[in-house]
Structures are given as C-alpha cells and as structure tokens.
C-alpha cells in the first residue's frame, strides 16, 4: 500500500540466528516515510508466530534419555561432573540423606559419599510429560552398588529445565520403596 510520501509492508519472514542456526518466524509490518529526501522507517513491528514454540522442546524419548547423561556422570566417579548435571537452582532430595540439597555445593557434597559405592541405575517405569524448555520423568529405577553389588530400587521424579544451552536437573527427588511393598502391589 502506498501514499503521498509514505508505503506499507506487511508480511512473513524467516531468521537464522547467527549464534545457534535456529530460524524463526515471524510477521512483521513496516511504515515507510520519505524524509529529507530518503526513505525511512517510520514504524516497524515484528512478532514471532503464534504457532511457533516458544522454548526448546524435547520428545518423551529424548526425556527418557537425559537419565543416562546424569548415570554416565556417576560412573566417572567424580562428583563435580554428577553435580554439574543440576541447574543454577536445582534441588536434590536424595535416597540416603534426610537433608535437601539446594545448591551445588550441598549437590556435590552428597555425591562424594554417594560415588564410594559405585552406584550405576536403572531405569524400570518411566512416566515422562514435556513442555516447552521443561520435561519431567517420574517412576521406577534400580541401582547396582558396584562396591558391595547391593541392588537398591527406589521410586524418582527428575525435572528438567533448558538452561544455558542444554537440559540440567531442576529438581530431583529419590526415595526408597519400603520393604514390602512392592510384595503388596
């Protein structure tokens, strides 16, 4: 559309993101006017399409999978890369501990002790629900202590967030099945 010295555009654009290749779409209107001999933009709006996803979006498997990322940190038997698993904020309500681990520190600090006995899991049930840069996958696991080779099943719930480019525990809490209960189910 156009006037005495002024034009509209209005339409539907793609951008690449140069830092990560993403490309996004989005609509996107312009108001030209010609001024002082030239043309410039008077009004200019631009809005990401509604149907676009808004965050990072994982599939249930991929969920699933982000278990096996925090299990191969416990087998290098280094605390420092078990804790780096959890988000800025994440929380840790752990199996063996009646204390809640909030921030790295109190994470790292329950996986030294943790690490001695060589856990590796299992996941048995698993009940995943995604969003938008969250997922959450709750159930069943089993860890085999390595030292001792005692098995140990527990029932968990992960919550995960995108953060910094890549998908850490928010929240993260394991309990132990009490004995005889799983003989009553």
């Not at 280094?78 to 921030?103: C, F, I, M, W």
């Not at 159930?139 to 390595?146: L, S, V």
Request: net charge negative; aromatic share 14%; hydrophobic share 35%.
């Amino acid at each position: 559309m156009t006037g005495e010295n002024w034009c509209k555009d209005v339409g539907i654009y793609d951008f690449t993101m140069g830092a990560t290749g993403d490309q996004v779409r989005a609509r996107y209107s312009f108001v030209y006017v010609f001024e002082d001999g030239e043309w410039k933009i008077a009004h200019h709006h631009s809005s990401k399409m509604p149907e676009a996803p808004a965050g990072k979006t994982i599939t249930d498997e991929e969920c699933r999978s982000l278990f096996y990322l925090w299990n191969d940190a416990l087998a290098t038997l280094d605390p420092d890369q078990v804790a780096k698993r959890y988000s800025k904020n994440g929380v840790l309500l752990p199996t063996v501990s009646d204390e809640a681990r909030s921030d790295y520190d109190g994470i790292h600090s329950y996986f030294v002790d943790f690490l001695a006995k060589k856990p590796q899991g299992e996941i048995l049930e698993s009940y995943v629900t995604t969003g938008e840069d969250w997922c959450k996958d709750v159930g069943i696991y089993e860890f085999t202590m390595g030292a001792t080779g005692d098995k140990v099943k527990a029932r968990y719930s992960y919550v995960y967030v995108f953060e910094d480019g890549e998908w850490k525990i928010a929240h993260h809490h394991s309990s132990v099945i009490p004995s005889g209960m799983t003989e009553e189910w």
